[in-house]
């Protein structure tokens, strides 16, 4: 991979990128310069216009632009990501990030229809710029800590409008969707652990079964920070449609959550045969096992 890039103040900005991966992993640092900022329409499919030229000595040819992008990890490092950054990256699905990550350009996400997942390296509790990156994507998507102890939420699609009272030409700004609040649980650049679950009761009102599982199930799974009453809620809703719950595990091969489910006593005949109509016999062997019974301890007074 070669990167073409700029100095700025004591760090880097790399303008575009070039290799034969359509998944790259920015490096650290350039020339001994922390790479700080992505410049504008870096992976954007567009024309080269900022007036730089190739690395003389670069073997890459292949620009890691638009549709070849599919996902790309960014250094830990960074600060800034300019606009339009993955402007028309129509195949970009996962974004790895920083805790650093301070400030965001316009339409940085514009037509990423594919993209699915921030994976942020940070602990749960530490402050990072998720708030933004959220900010940027109004669709369905989920978001992973990796530091210990690790988290995993997910925040729904919403939609927004201006309408036009004519006569007065006032505009009503108006917000259709759950997963805006969601987006608003942060204190400071940390997540609201506890505001984001009580985001769930008002979101069983409209939002879909599917998507009421991936928050209850991502929850459950990594509980940081989770509450009783939270936890109580979470089960009680996977509980109430394990058909939701099962096919939404069956179709991710996710085995930790269909221990998690079979954990909370939810019915798993048909979750088994529809594992087996999938092709997962890995799921269905987990479903089918009988529990082990514990082995019977003896005293002097059995002998």
């Given at each position: 991979m070669t990167v073409v890039w700029q100095p700025c103040g004591a760090g880097a900005r790399i303008l575009r990128v070039l290799g034969d991966s359509p998944c790259p992993v920015l490096p650290r640092e350039?020339?001994?310069?922390?790479?700080?900022?992505?410049?504008?329409?870096?992976?954007?499919?567009?024309?080269?216009?900022?007036?730089?030229?190739?690395?003389?000595?670069?073997?890459?040819?292949?620009?890691?632009?638009?549709?070849?992008?599919?996902?790309?990890?960014?250094?830990?490092?960074?600060?800034?990501?300019?606009?339009?950054?993955?402007?028309?990256?129509?195949?970009?699905?996962?974004?790895?990030?920083?805790?650093?990550?301070?400030?965001?350009?316009?339409?940085l996400f514009t037509n990423c229809r594919s993209l699915q997942t921030f994976v942020l390296h940070a602990a749960p509790d530490e402050d990072t710029g998720l708030k933004k990156l959220l900010g940027a994507v109004s669709a369905d998507v989920a978001v992973e800590f990796t530091g210990a102890p690790g988290a995993r939420l997910f925040y729904p699609e919403y939609f927004e409008w201006l309408d036009e009272n004519t006569p007065a030409h006032i505009f009503n700004h108006s917000i259709e969707g759950e997963g805006y609040r969601m987006r608003q649980c942060f204190a400071g650049g940390a997540v609201d652990f506890s505001a984001y679950d009580a985001t769930f009761a008002q979101a069983c009102v409209g939002e879909a079964q599917e998507k009421l599982c991936r928050m209850a199930l991502g929850r459950l799974l990594y509980p940081f920070a989770l509450s009783a009453q939270a936890r109580t809620d979470y089960e009680a809703y996977l509980a109430a449609h394990p058909d939701a719950a099962f096919s939404l595990t069956i179709a991710g091969r996710d085995e930790a959550a269909l221990r998690l489910l079979t954990g909370l006593g939810l019915p798993v005949r048909e979750a088994a045969s529809q594992c087996a109509r999938a092709g997962w016999s890995a799921g269905a062997t987990i479903l089918l096992a009988k529990p082990r019974r514990a082995a019977k301890q003896y005293d002097f007074d059995d002998l």
């Amino acid at each position: 991979m070669t990167v073409v890039w700029q100095p700025c103040g004591a760090g880097a900005r790399i303008l575009r990128v070039l290799g034969d991966s359509p998944c790259p992993v920015l490096p650290r640092e350039v020339a001994g310069r922390p790479v700080t900022e992505l410049g504008p329409y870096c992976f954007a499919a567009r024309p080269v216009t900022q007036g730089f030229r190739w690395p003389a000595d670069s073997q890459e040819t292949h620009e890691v632009t638009g549709d070849f992008l599919e996902e790309v990890v960014l250094p830990d490092t960074l600060r800034v990501l300019h606009s339009a950054v993955f402007y028309n990256c129509h195949r970009l699905r996962r974004v790895e990030v920083g805790p650093l990550l301070e400030s965001l350009g316009s339409d940085l996400f514009t037509n990423c229809r594919s993209l699915q997942t921030f994976v942020l390296h940070a602990a749960p509790d530490e402050d990072t710029g998720l708030k933004k990156l959220l900010g940027a994507v109004s669709a369905d998507v989920a978001v992973e800590f990796t530091g210990a102890p690790g988290a995993r939420l997910f925040y729904p699609e919403y939609f927004e409008w201006l309408d036009e009272n004519t006569p007065a030409h006032i505009f009503n700004h108006s917000i259709e969707g759950e997963g805006y609040r969601m987006r608003q649980c942060f204190a400071g650049g940390a997540v609201d652990f506890s505001a984001y679950d009580a985001t769930f009761a008002q979101a069983c009102v409209g939002e879909a079964q599917e998507k009421l599982c991936r928050m209850a199930l991502g929850r459950l799974l990594y509980p940081f920070a989770l509450s009783a009453q939270a936890r109580t809620d979470y089960e009680a809703y996977l509980a109430a449609h394990p058909d939701a719950a099962f096919s939404l595990t069956i179709a991710g091969r996710d085995e930790a959550a269909l221990r998690l489910l079979t954990g909370l006593g939810l019915p798993v005949r048909e979750a088994a045969s529809q594992c087996a109509r999938a092709g997962w016999s890995a799921g269905a062997t987990i479903l089918l096992a009988k529990p082990r019974r514990a082995a019977k301890q003896y005293d002097f007074d059995d002998l």
